[in-house]
């Protein structure tokens, strides 16, 4: 008996309906410039996050609208992880730097948040208007405002010591100790750093101003020269004219040469250039000049032509061997 129930049973844990447990989703996140690691979602709406996921706002705050009720705003260059129950009704924030702006109510549970050295319990029923951040300095801020109804207990990471934060409170703890507590510190803001104002400088189009007339160029006055030489030129020359010729030109060259008995030398000199192309052949046959003389005419001398040699036949070459 006991070992056919042995061999039943397995069979039996086969046939049981398997049970997953999927990661309940957060909320709806909306911004421009946020990063989302892990499970998400994606709708026509915005980002579905799911639990396990880690928000980077980046330069611009984050808004997480929760499932439940209210949201979450991530300030800008702020990272956050988030976690939920099975149900999806009690939250957990953790986060190492930045601010939080929490503005929702909480029923018949607790959110939790958690930095590098306290632990922040939000217990229901009552409405949280909350302000949560850690400075540069490590310093962590806290401020309920005044629609807040709910209490908030803070306790140490690394120590014993606890703190509660009620309704319209402002403190800032120091140096990751509750004792060391600035109950609304003067010059500290608690929440997400306003954004960098844009400055815009309004131009107005002037009209533009005319041209300044161009300067009068001063007037040059007339200047009258008298002439040094009062006498009139003399006329002009007509070198045509026989009175015009000197007497040495009057005889020619030849002529004075040979009455004096002399003889005539002439020097010229000769220039030769070459630029390494060949003289223009065309030009040149272009500009002879062809004269028709019946002197130079030859009458051409027709030779007749040679005689053709005989065929010898083949009697006469038998007859060529006896000879």
Known sequence: MSSSFCKI???????????????????????????????????NSGTTVLSGSSIDAGQEPANLVLNRGGSLTICQRTSVSVSSSANGRDLMFSFGSGTLQSRYLIGSSADVFITPDFRFVLTGPGEFDLNIGISPQGDTCVRSENASTGGVIVSEQMGDGSYQVKPSDFVVFHKGHVADV?????????????????????????????????????AIP????????????????NPLLPSAIPDSL??????????????????????????????????????????????????????????KPLKKGFWQKVGAWFR
């Open 9 to 43: 049973l397995p069979a039996a844990l086969l046939c049981l309906p398997l049970v997953s447990y999927a990661q309940a989703p957060v909320g709806q996140l909306y911004s421009t410039t946020a990063k989302v690691r892990g499970s998400v979602t994606l709708a």
């Open 182 to 218: 600035s109950l609304n510190p003067k010059g500290i803001a608690c929440g997400c750093p306003p954004p960098p104002e844009t400055r815009r400088e309004s131009y107005v189009a002037e009209a533009p101003k005319p041209a300044p007339p161009p300067a009068a160029s001063p």
């Open 222 to 237: 007339a200047v009258k020269t008298a002439s040094v030489n009062s006498n009139p030129p003399p006329a002009p020359v």
């Open 250 to 307: 009057k005889q020619p060259l030849a002529e004075r040469i040979v009455a004096e008995g002399k003889h005539m030398v002439a020097d010229a000199p000769f220039v030769f250039s070459y630029d390494g192309s060949a003289p223009a052949y065309t030009n040149q046959v272009m500009r002879l000049r062809f004269e028709f003389n019946d002197r130079s005419i030859l009458s051409p001398a027709v030779q007749p032509p040679a005689p």
